[in-house]
């Protein structure tokens, strides 16, 4: 399984991005698929989930303003991150379990100044 994250990028306070995730591999459909990141100088936390059957779940700092979603004929998963605030800066990671193993996108990085 590999994850390749990307859209990571600066952007002001108030603004807008869009991650995105591409999974290789067939169990795509079948697992859930997150979203954690690390700030600098903390430790990595997680910030979204969405399940095979399309349940999602938030950490309190982002709901109602980061969205995740998936394309399963893409094999994609997204982080739509609205009201982007100074402390949402982070190297952002993509992350799935298979056969017991955790898998690690290589991050993608979204600067966000105040």
């Known amino acids: 399984v590999q994850l390749q994250a990307s859209g990571g990028g600066s952007v002001q306070a108030g603004g807008s991005l869009r991650l995105s995730c591409a999974a290789s591999?067939?169990?795509?459909?079948?697992?859930?698929m997150d979203w954690y990141r690390q700030a600098p100088g903390k430790q990595r936390e997680f910030v979204a989930r969405?399940?095979?059957?399309?349940?999602?779940n938030y950490a309190g700092s982002v709901k109602g303003r980061f969205t995740i979603s998936r394309d399963n004929t893409k094999n994609t998963v997204y982080l739509q991150m609205n009201s982007l605030q100074f402390e949402d800066t982070a190297v952002y990671y993509c992350?799935?379990?298979?056969?017991?193993?955790?898998?690690w996108g290589e991050g993608t990085l979204v600067t966000v100044s105040s």
């Open positions: 591999g067939r169990i795509f459909s079948a697992n859930a």
């Open positions: 969405i399940t095979s059957d399309g349940s999602t």
């Open positions: 992350h799935t379990i298979y056969t017991s193993i955790n898998y």
